[in-house]
């Protein structure tokens, strides 16, 4: 029977910026709509957020588990692929996540806007069948589109929305970076299990491009919200400010990279991938606090004005 901490980390913490991240951002993209977006639905929107992901963590390991893949694994120890827990009660533990994360979303849905009903049970399904059911589109190599989507442009528009009540183009950009973020901390544990999901028959995008196109593949999410950076500060010219988390992005874009050809320059791998990972969602999520900040307060502690 799996401990408390082995629960723990078999929900992956390491992945809660991707959780927390677009809702932050979106409170940012919804003070641009309005003065005084819902602080109640701002919460019901995370719990939303980290249900799901909590929800579609214990999916893939309840599911990959089964099918073998988590047999022979470099990054932090599965519950089912290690034993520590049946695959019945990983599984149940994925139900009850998407569960709360369902009734979050139902009581924000009939609060604003009914149609996200159906947004939300969309991505409940696709957080299943990531990785679950008979012909899972993780294993096709579609899993960065679904978490651009759903973890990016879904989760960053739909908190401006319930919250601000209404959608544009800064919604849409700050998705995008987030987005961007979100896939590549994907793209970064995929190129980490690039061998064992190959010989597994796991065909992800990485196993598709390759160690090597994959690595670049990460520099450019992570340099892309950067650029989205600039021009949300059409918008807002402290938007700038987040550009002060680009070098740090450039670090982790040249140690995957790697530079030089000694080999004090090579590219992470293994275990150095599972530090990189982290790192990813952090400058994520200092990303998020910066814009929605930066939204919420503009020059002075004069709050920005919704003209645009």
């Avoid at 047999?71 to 009850?96: E, K, M, N, T």
């Avoid at 998407?98 to 149609?115: D, E, K, M, R, S």
């Avoid at 680009?246 to 982790?252: K, M, Q, R, T």
Wanted: charged residues 10%; contains cysteine; glycine residues 14%.
């Amino acid at each position: 029977m799996a401990t408390f901490a082995q629960w723990i980390n078999g929900a992956r913490p390491r992945t809660l910026p991707t959780a927390l991240a677009p809702v932050i951002a979106g409170i940012g993209a919804a003070n641009h709509v309005t003065e005084t977006p819902s602080a109640a639905r701002i919460g019901g929107a995370f719990v939303v957020a980290i249900a799901l992901v909590i929800g579609v963590n214990f999916a893939n390991d309840y599911s990959d588990g089964v099918r073998g893949t988590d047999d022979d694994r470099v990054g932090p120890q599965r519950l089912v692929g290690s034993g520590a827990a049946s695959p019945a009660a990983v599984r149940a533990a994925a139900v009850i996540s998407f569960l709360i994360a369902a009734i979050a979303g139902v009581w924000l849905a009939l609060a604003t806007h009914w149609w996200l009903i159906i947004i939300g049970a969309v991505c409940i399904l696709a957080a299943w069948f990531y990785t679950g059911g008979s012909r899972p589109y993780g294993y096709a190599g579609f899993g960065e589109i679904a978490v651009f989507v759903f973890f990016g442009l879904v989760a960053v528009c739909g908190t401006q929305l319930v919250a601000g009540g209404r959608i544009d183009a800064v919604g849409v950009g700050i998705g995008i970076a987030i987005g961007s973020f979100s896939a590549a901390v994907l793209v970064t544990n995929n190129l980490r299990d690039i061998d064992s999901d190959a010989d597994a028959g796991k065909r992800t995008l990485a196993v598709r491009l390759g160690d090597y196109s994959t690595r670049y593949l990460f520099a450019l999410l992570i340099t892309l919200p950067f650029v989205t950076t600039l021009v949300l500060s059409l918008h807002h010219p402290w938007a700038l400010t987040a550009l002060g988390l680009a070098p740090f992005a450039n670090g982790l874009g040249r140690s995957v990279v790697g530079q030089g050809s000694g080999p004090e320059h090579a590219p992470a791998k293994g275990a150095d991938l599972v530090r990189v990972l982290g790192q990813t969602g952090l400058i994520m999520l200092g990303w998020a606090i910066i814009i929605a900040a930066v939204f919420a307060w503009g020059v002075n502690g004069v709050p920005h004005t919704h003209g645009l």
